[in-house]
Structures are given as C-alpha cells and as structure tokens.
C-alpha cells in the first residue's frame, strides 16, 4: 500500500521497513522487492550488486519475475556483463515459470538479425 500510495500517502521509507519484515518472514516477494529496490534506488541506495544477489536468491526459488530481471541485467549490462545468450537463457527460464512479460518482450534479444524473437526462444526450449 505504501508503495503505490493505495489508501495512504506512497512512502518508500514505510515500504521497505514492511518488507523489510515480510522478507524476514520468508516472503520471497518481499525479498524481490530489495532486489528492485536497491538496482533502480527506490526509497534505497543504488547498489547493483545486492540487487544481483537478491535476485540469484529469488531465482534459484523459482521466482519468474527475478529470473526476467537476471535477464534484464545480462541483456543491459548492467552489473555484469553484457552477454545477450545469458539474458536469452533467462528470460526463457522466466517464460517456462509463467512470466508473461518477458514472453511480450521477447523482442529485447532481437539482437540475432537471422532469426526473430520467438525463433529464438525455441532454440533453448
């Protein structure tokens, strides 16, 4: 609620504290929440590595949307470098765990101008 100011005033601060809380609790989408927290600096420090680090955490769980953002982070170079096979790998991780988005936007590892966006896809099905 704090976050999108649903009822409230938005505050960042308020936000991540009740993340803060749900994450220690267990709540992967809260931790998720850090990961964005801390690699666009909402309400938070910028610090990529923490946010690639959240993210792995979320992954290996089989959170979709951390696997998108992995992919989003490889297919921009942002915090690691820039490697459009890796981000492929997984934005197509993301697809199989039921992300819509990274399906939509499958147009990001368009980069392979012999193949379109969906072909590509299918060679790591």
Known sequence: MYQRGFGC???????????KKAAA???????LYFGF????AIGARLDIKKAIGVYEICAEQ????????IGLM??????????????????????????KVAEARADTCGHLLTKTPKDYFR???
Do not use: P
Not at 37 to 40: D, Q, T
């Open 9 to 19: 005033t938005r505050n960042q601060g308020k936000c991540l504290r009740w993340m």
């Open 25 to 31: 609790l267990g709540q992967l989408r809260a931790l």
């Open 37 to 40: 927290a801390s690699a666009w």
């Open 62 to 69: 089989g959170l979709a949307d951390a696997q998108f953002q």
């Open 74 to 99: 490889h297919y921009s170079g942002l915090g690691v470098k820039q490697d459009f096979e890796m981000a492929a790998e997984w934005y197509f991780r993301a697809i199989k765990h039921g992300y």
């Open 123 to 125: 060679c790591y099905s």
